[in-house]
């Protein structure tokens, strides 16, 4: 390939780029108007945009403006920047206070045990109902326990950007939210991982989930240890614009990998920000923030890509009642469920009531996990039809039952000033 070729190529990614950040600053600016989440804007712009300009341009058209290895490099652009964002996030979640393992431990068993049994009554709903074309032909027990996974599922993204939008990062229902959505997160793809090799017959896809979740807690571990040596600390002091460019680099190196062995790349990007030291008096917290700062820059095109390739195929037709059970069990299990979870770990009703609501929001990893079920033929194109308009609504209610507990009290109180403390989601999956 010559140098001019490398060059279009470049300015063709550019120009993809670019329009891609226009799209979700489009999105945003909608989601202001109609007072949602602005994350909701990116999320409906990106799920619309693929099926428009494919319908609008036709297929081959649409290839040659976006042709797979074009789209492959917009992806990992887009990734790199949820890695960097979450990465800034999960060190501000440990330098955070007022969260402990054992109110994350609850909160998470809260926000994960009863959206399960929720979702083990839709399977038996769609069971019920004897419709093959909602059933499919897919084991019963990888199609019940990937019903209940997507049930169970919290975006991590979703939320992160729902908290940074609303200043609630540093409040106590925002931390402890957030980590205990890094803990179900973990566990949610195992759960994953397990359906589909049920489905399949094989083992061989959660052995390989399992190794990933060795691998990310040993990558972590070696980025703390590089870390907490004298000599780095002083040479991150000296170059602190260097040291974030090889911090960013092993963080997106271990989230990457951690994604090529089977689960996702924010379970690595947590861990790796979990292990860098916190507190004002670190000399890592300048490099952090300029990784934040690059992340936040980049993170809306995860969304907008993520939603461009996930609904790609016409679904069939589903019955409202399927869509209105679906919404109803996945509301009260991750609702009802997160509130009894910070209640049970000591969490004031109002906080508990954010928490509830917090928890809901289910976002493009819900999508996700629905293109995993429907790629592994375990989940019918018409429940996933189900399961996304739920995953959108849940989220999209997210915003707007936050602003209503918000005005019906004081709003939201920020973490009382505490020692740092180890999370869950730092010391569970180690």
Not at 204 to 209: A, C, D, E, M
Not at 386 to 412: C, H, K, Q, Y
Request: aromatic share 4%.
């Amino acid at each position: 390939m010559d140098s001019l070729q490398i060059l279009l190529r470049a300015a063709h990614g550019a120009a993809l780029l670019a329009a891609v950040l226009l799209l979700a600053r489009a999105g945003r600016a909608t989601a202001r108007r109609l007072r949602q989440p602005e994350v909701i804007g990116e999320i409906v712009g990106g799920l619309l945009l693929g099926p428009a300009a494919l319908h609008l341009l036709g297929r081959e058209t649409f290839d040659a403006v976006l042709p797979a290895a074009a789209l492959d490099a917009l992806k990992l652009v887009a990734k790199a920047g949820l890695v960097l964002f979450l990465v800034g996030l999960a060190h501000e979640l440990r330098a955070g206070s007022g969260v402990t393992r054992r109110a994350t431990l609850w909160v998470a068993a809260g926000a994960l045990l009863p959206p399960l049994f929720a979702g083990t009554l839709l399977a038996g709903f769609v069971l019920l109902q004897d419709d093959p074309a909602v059933r499919g032909a897919a084991p019963l027990p990888a199609f019940v326990l990937m019903v209940a996974v997507t049930l169970s599922i919290t975006a991590v993204p979703v939320m992160a950007r729902i908290l940074a939008d609303r200043g609630m990062s540093a409040t106590s229902a925002g931390r402890l939210a957030l980590a205990a959505a890094v803990t179900i997160d973990a566990v949610g793809w195992l759960l994953c991982m397990l359906a589909i090799s049920l489905g399949s017959g094989s083992l061989t896809g959660f052995l390989r989930s399992v190794l990933a979740l060795g691998f990310g807690a040993a990558g972590a571990l070696a980025v703390r240890y590089v870390v907490r040596t004298p000599a780095a600390g002083r040479a991150c002091a000296r170059r602190p614009r260097a040291a974030a460019v090889l911090l960013g680099a092993a963080a997106l190196a271990i989230a990457l990998t951690v994604e090529h062995l089977g689960m996702t790349a924010i379970l690595g990007a947590a861990l790796v920000g979990l292990a860098i030291p916190a507190g004002e008096t670190t000399a890592w917290t300048p490099a952090v923030a300029s990784l934040t700062r690059v992340g936040r820059v980049l993170v809306p095109a995860f969304f907008v890509v993520t939603g461009i390739t996930v609904l790609n195929e016409a679904f069939s037709h589903v019955s409202w009642a399927l869509i209105g059970v679906t919404l109803v069990l996945a509301c009260a299990g991750k609702g009802v469920g997160g509130y009894l979870g910070a209640r049970r770990a000591g969490q004031p009703r109002g906080e508990s009531r954010r928490i509830g609501v917090l928890m809901n929001a289910r976002g493009l990893t819900e999508l996700i996990v629905l293109q995993a079920g429907f790629a592994a033929g375990i989940l019918t194109a018409p429940l996933v039809l189900a399961l996304t308009l739920m995953a959108v609504l849940t989220t999209a209610a997210t915003g707007a039952l936050l602003g209503l507990l918000d005005s019906g009290g004081r709003g939201p109180e920020p973490a009382p000033a505490a020692e740092p403390v180890a999370l869950a989601a730092e010391s569970g999956t180690r």
